[in-house]
């Protein structure tokens, strides 16, 4: 699968949860312990709202601050909408071989926009998790993201943002797989 389908298909299940999301949920956990739902909300939000910068050629310093803080307001799945509308256009009109500067090195806009639908992936099942909603991965789309991963694991461990590995056995399928290489165990609310 390709880097923009890829974008397409992660931020498609993504949203096909956020869409549910209803307001007196916001404050409920998620599968991310240190954030509330509306908190890993406004995290989708901000990481959409770096792609059309990221993707124009900007750097980090350029872009500075303007995306802390509260990014949702009143409307968070408006939000998500409106920074979801901007972030496709930018994917889709890409130069995939353009340079973009992240915070730990270049890299091609590939490598960025395949990066993005992976975290938005994991974290759209994360929402469903919260609304006590399962999303089924399609299998495109979850093995593009594991192909992504699997070969960085000991980057993406470096970096400290991802839980343990969760143990899998033999037979567990693809996205038991990918869940658990992301520290996320299936069912998380029933354990």
């Not at 880097?3 to 993504?14: I, N, Q, R, V």
């Not at 408006?78 to 979801?84: D, N, Q, R, V």
């Not at 994991?122 to 495109?140: E, N, Y």
Request: aromatic share 10%; glycine share 8%.
């Amino acid at each position: 699968m390709d880097a923009k389908d890829l974008f397409h298909e992660a931020t498609k299940e993504a949203n096909s949860c956020i869409a549910r999301v209803k307001p007196e949920q916001l404050k409920d956990p998620t599968p991310c312990s240190a954030w509330s739902l509306r908190d890993l909300l406004n995290h989708m939000v901000y990481e959409m709202r770096w792609v059309p910068d990221m993707l124009a050629g900007k750097t980090i310093a350029e872009v500075g601050d303007q995306y802390d803080g509260d990014l949702l307001g009143d409307d968070p799945v408006g939000a998500w909408t409106s920074a979801l509308e901007a972030a496709l256009r930018a994917v889709d009109t890409a130069n995939l071989k353009s340079t973009v500067y992240l915070s730990y090195g270049d890299y091609s806009a590939e490598h960025y926009i395949r990066e993005s639908a992976s975290d938005m992936l994991i974290h759209g099942w994360d929402v469903g998790q919260a609304i006590f909603s399962d999303l089924l991965f399609s299998k495109p789309a979850a093995q593009a993201v594991y192909d992504f991963v699997l070969p960085r694991a000991a980057e993406f461990r470096g970096s400290g943002l991802f839980g343990d590995v969760v143990p899998t056995k033999e037979g567990d399928g693809l996205q038991i797989r990918l869940l658990a290489f992301y520290g996320r165990q299936e069912n998380w609310q029933t354990g």
